[in-house]
Nanobody, 119 residues
Framework: QVQLVESGGGFVQPGGSLRLSCAAS????????MGWYRQAPGKERELVAR???????NYADSVKGRFTISRDNAKNMVYLQMNTLKPEDTAVYYC?????????????WGQGTQVTVSS
């Protein structure tokens, strides 16, 4: 069983920065994709950024140039550096890990960490 534990959320003023971390544990294949999603009140969960074990990345248009996703494969960690935060970035941020094994897609989620951007 895979477990994901996020940390680093909090309250920040507009223009500020936060760094989210996610630690994955369990039986995890070396080939996988880790990512961050977010869900604001009354909205659907949306992709923020994803990074494959080979380091290829993709970002939501709304965060390009402000957020940077990175990972440490040796530690099974993924990070999200968030700069120039805006009130519309306020949401619960969820860590995600997915991989293919035996022809099936396995998909895991963390418990979420709150990010609030407000003056």
């Amino acid at each position: 069983q895979v477990q994901l534990v996020e940390s680093g959320g909090g309250f920040v003023q507009p223009g500020g920065s936060l760094r989210l971390s996610c630690a994955a544990s369990g039986s995890i294949p070396s080939s996988n994709v880790m990512g961050w999603y977010r869900q604001a009140p009354g909205k659907e969960r949306e992709l923020v950024a994803r990074i494959a074990s080979g380091a290829s990345t993709n970002y939501a248009d709304s965060v390009k140039g402000r957020f940077t996703i990175s990972r440490d494969n040796a530690k099974n960690m993924v990070y999200l550096q968030m700069n120039t935060l805006k009130p519309e970035d306020t949401a619960v941020y969820y860590c995600n890990l997915e991989y293919n094994r035996w022809g099936s897609l396995f998909d895991y989620w963390g418990q979420g960490t709150q990010v609030t951007v407000s003056s």
